[in-house]
């Protein structure tokens, strides 16, 4: 397998990565990870006239939490140093849940997280963990910075709202108003497979009441899920039974899924509501024993 | 392959398609001319003549052409030969001393960690990956470390064996070394 | 002074592998690690629609491109009459095609370039053409009314339908089911499945001008049997053709079929008089090479009230792709199909199966497996399976009531095959222990109290491996010997040459130790070669488990020759005569003064500088090996799983193999090949599959979509063994490369099943992905048929 040609430029600024974005005029993708990329320009799914190299971009490959608590994530984190990293599980518990099952273990040493959110694979784990989030992508444009919603982010199939001239800079996940608990569930038949169904949910809690919560949906429609209504349910509430059914019936009749040789439409929307119904299960049990 | 690359001396191009690079192959200095589209795998392979990285697929999934990349794994078939430059690779030829095999290497025949050899150089590539970073992992830790790494023949329970036992040599080495640094 | 064999690496020794010392340094020499002066090199264009008329194709832009050397299609191919070739199945298949493509991924156009970067880009801007014609993609559209016909290039060809065949005892069997208590029936697919190697197939082709001789370097499991072909294909001299079959990244009957790609740059060789090389990428190997199974099958057993089988009917519908050119050389057109049932005792069999066309890949049958015992036993156990339940009898009672018994051999099977060793009741008693099966039954009735689903499930069964003997087996006409040269030097060193073709089992390690065993030379002094025809004595190649039950054989056998000669040398040293001196392992001693005796190795130095008069000078000889029956193997497999009520997800919890393959030359080689086989016991039960849309195309075209079971996934496996020598193999070996492969995944799905059992659901076709199996548990219907097309219910 072999790739098409392309020119290659390896800007060492942000600015000079944007000034090459301009001039690519959208035939220009960015490389970070490439674990998506590259695949699909070997298989000739993909074939930009130019790609430009962020990695050799200084400063980009940072991950963690501000005084505030709001956490950033840099353009060039790859999945790998999240897995790592030790104070991950406390401060962002769906993101500690999630790193694990993405791909490989080897995919996991090059891939990004936000290569992975802008590549919006509608099967890709961490928009939806994102979303649940409330995160957003920083973007970086000739005319300086703005911040997306991960929910408005994903326009579609391996589609962005990134102008052409724009580099996603950061993801950024919002200060916390509670306490954070959450987890991320994925059916996928072996490692590396695509999940057949994904759930992220990420909770806030204020005492024993949720006071913020995030439902995101990996592979059960043709872009990421932003169960917004099924989360809904859950906040003002202490995680009761009734609510998490609840939940658990609008994140399925949230979920948009095909029947594929993964699974039938039935069977996706049953395992949605199934992951919502044991994460939130198994929140509550913490939450009773930590009480 | 004829136009994808040329050892060079290590001066400026002017070639517009192709792009100089100066890469560290198990310590070895290369300067090559390449064109950006060519794999990181096959400037190794026909490149540089190192065919012990193999390359089983096209998608990223099989981790036949695994090789460290600053010591960390990489799927050297999803980077382009350009990302190359400045650092520092190792393959499994670099494992070897000329006299001596790396203890993995030794583990892998001892346990029968192989059968047709294809996978092999990829599996102990990350297996050292993994021991460099903790000595003494359970099996669990194992299977999972080597779980981007596919095998057809073994059933991977030797290969699990194999870096289990690897780990061990590698322990007592490591005590032994230790002893012979205090005593002398 | 007596030699200890172990020491010296002999029988039964765990010797280490001698290729490990290259492979581990990275050192192994697979096809694309090859590199000729001037060689280019080819990419295959491939067809993107699984039926359709070609209505032109326009290379020009391709030729245009800076570094083409050349473009093929089928039309040049048709020039020089090789459009088509003939497949072992006494079929055609085209090379590139011409009329019509008739699968996704056939070979419409090569193209030639100095660098395969260049080739592919040549390949991308060829232009074709196409009409798209309605896709069969399964056997009931095939024989379907009025459905179009795919080989509309054979004269002869009024439907889809290849061959129907039938054998066994019609009659008989009509009887038997006339007296039966109960009849037990099932119906099942055994999907569609891919060997898939790591390494994919590729050839270097180079033909040299000046001396009119093609080298061919190729990843294949039969190099003799391609010279061959070769010769009658391209109408060269087989003297001037020499196919080196260099080491092999794996191959599980996928490197054994001849490909379109291996012709093609054959021929783009003797135009261009370069080398050319050919390296198929993973979606070309996926999508266009030797699947294995894809059968319909279904079938009925004759019971009487207490379990004791009294008949057997089978019918079997399999699903050959475009072109009949299945890779296996029995004489039955179903090849071993009706191997099945091998090990009870039944008195009556009829099995009638039926082969067509689809637009799928062609080139079925041999995957880890013996031409359809794979198939066989699964369906087999099932069935018997299925028996239990329809009687309430315990699963491994109904088995042990109907094994042949330890005495009871020579056997004839139901459809007429012989059997000749085994122990069967033994190892399955073995691998009930071992799986702990009475408690485990307590535990599954615990665990149900709590809402968990535990199951367990058996597969026993003996398979015919190491093809074989002339009455059942030819290639082409020729018979399936194997051979083996062996040249003992003047320092008892020796060199030993086999017609096998390793891919991964260790014949340089394995077939040393039985010279060692037979000689008593040490296994470290010899080498062992394999693999190039222009070197090593015609074979038929490693596939089918055949290697040590027939090149393993003709090892000994010439070994025997080698000792026969070194005891005349023998004798003329001890100045006795030859009646008077005895033989132990690696001397010859005089039979009255034991002390006075001469090692092989200074009969091999007498051998070249003092020879008795009248003896010709020299160590050397060669053995061909004709089997005189297949040998039989008994596998028993157990495994225990849980199943999510709430998702159909299963784990494994044990896996317990038994395997009796006779005398075990290395037995850490042995249990390698065991475990792999039950990976992919594994691997074919859970997850892997090929299959197709309605439209023909593909899902599984890459590893993305086809699954290969990882490190984590994979179960760990307890091995047990049990030793029945085979009665006719020189050292009582038998094949077991392929044992666990076929034996284990009913053992997988009976135990899924079983953890099932309450819903009354009799099959879930494999493989048993989560959703099949969440649906037969909360719906209570049977899952049968490939996803997404479900055709079999």
Known sequence: MYPPRFKYEAPDTVEQAIELLRQGQGEAKVLAGGQSLVPMMKLRFAAPEMLIDINNIPGLAYHGADPDGTYRIGALCRHVDLEKAEDLAEQQPTMAAAAPLIADPIVRTRGTLVGSVCHADPQGDWASVMSSLGGSIVAQGPNGRRSILVADFVAGPFQNVLRPDELAIEAVVPAPVGTRAGSYLKLERRVGDYATVGVAVSLEFSGNEVARAGIGLTSVGASTINAGEAAQELVGDDLNAGAIERAADLAAQASRPRTDHRGSEAYKRHIVATFVTRILSNLRLTIQEVA | MTSLFTKVSPEPTTDAGVRRITVSINGNQHTVDVEPRLLLAHLIRQGLDLTGTHTGCDTTHCGACTVLFDGTPVKSCTMFAVQAEGHEITTVEGLATASELHPIQESFKDEHGLQCGFCTPGMMLTAKALLDENPDPTEDEVRWALSGNLCRCTGYQNIVKSVLAAAARLRSQGATDEEEGETS | ????????????????????????????????????????????????????????????????????????????????????????????????????????????????????????????????????????????????????????????????????????????????????????????????????????????????????????????????????????????????????????????????????????????????????????????????????????????????????????????????????????????????????????????????????????????????????????????????????????????????????????????????FLTDSGQYRKCLDIGLEAIGYEDFLKEKQEAKKNGRLLGIGISTMTEPLGAGNSREYDILGIKMFDSAELRVHMTGKAILRTGAKSQGQGHETTWAQIVAHELGIPAEDIVVEEGDTDTAPFGMGTYASRSTPVAGAAVSMVSRKIRAKARKIAAHLLEVSEEDIDWELGRFFVRSSPDTGVTIQECAMAAYSNVPDGMEPGLENNAYYDPPNLTWPFGCYITTVEVDPETGVWDVLKVVAVDDCGVRINPMIVEGQIMGGLAEAYAISSMQMITFDEQGNCVGSNYMDYLLPTAWETPGFELHEVVTPCPHHPIGAKGVGECATVGGPAAFVNAVLDALKDTGVRNIDMPLLPDRVYEALTEHHDVSGAPPLRTGS
């Open chain 3, 1 to 416: 002074m007596t030699i200890d064999e172990i020491k010296i690496g002999g029988l039964g020794a765990s010797r280490s592998r001698v290729e490990d010392n290259r492979f581990v340094r990275g050192k192994g020499n697979y096809i694309d690690d090859i590199s000729l002066p001037g060689m280019l090199h080819m990419e295959i264009l491939r067809s993107p629609l699984a039926h359709a008329r070609i209505k032109s194709i326009d290379a020009s832009a391709a030729w245009a491109i800076p570094g083409v050397r050349l473009v093929l299609t089928g039309e040049l191919m048709a020039s020089r009459n090789l459009a088509w070739m003939p497949t072992l199945s006494y079929d055609t298949q085209a090379v590139l095609a011409t009329d019509k493509v008739r699968f996704q991924g056939q070979e419409v156009a090569c193209v030639v370039a100095d660098d395969p970067y260049i080739a592919k880009d040549a390949c991308e801007a060829i232009i074709v053409d196409y009409e798209p014609l309605a896709a069969i993609v399964n056997p009931t559209q095939a024989m379907a009314d009025g459905a179009p016909i795919i080989r509309d290039d054979k004269e002869n060809q009024h439907d889809n339908v290849i061959f129907d065949w039938e054998i066994g005892d019609k009659d008989g069997t009509d009887r038997a089911f006339a007296d039966a208590d109960v009849v037990s029936e099932l119906e099942l697919h055994y999907p569609r499945s891919h060997p898939s190697p790591i390494e994919t197939c590729g050839s270097i082709a180079d033909f040299d001008r000046s001396t009119s001789k093609l080298t061919l370097y190729m990843t294949s499991q039969a190099p003799h049997i391609i010279r061959a072909a070769v010769a009658m294909v391209a109408e060269l001299p087989e003297h001037m053709i020499r196919v080196v079959s260099p080491d092999l990244g794996g191959g599980f009957g996928n490197k054994v079929p001849i490909y379109p790609g291996y012709v093609v740059s054959i021929l783009a060789s003797i135009l261009l008089e370069r080398p050319v090389k050919w390296i198929e990428d993973k979606t070309g190997n996926l999508i266009s090479t030797g699947f294995g199974r894809d059968i319909y099958l279904r079938g009925q057993l004759a019971l009487r009230k207490d379990g004791k089988i009294l008949g057997v009917r089978m019918h079997a519908d399999s699903d050959h792709g475009a072109f009949f050119s299945d890779a296996q050389p029995s004489k039955f057109k179903i090849g071993l199909l009706h191997s099945a049932f091998a090990c009870y005792d039944i008195p009556a069999a009829h099995l009638t199966a039926r082969g067509v066309y689809t637009n799928k890949a062609p080139g079925g049958v041999a995957y880890r497996c013996s031409f359809r015992v794979t198939e066989a036993m699964f369906f087999q156990e099932r069935m018997v399976q299925a028996a239990a339940d329809d009687l309430g009898i315990d699963q491994a009672e109904i088995r042990r009531l109907n094994f042949v018994r330890d005495d009871d051999f020579p056997h004839r099977t139901p459809f007429g």
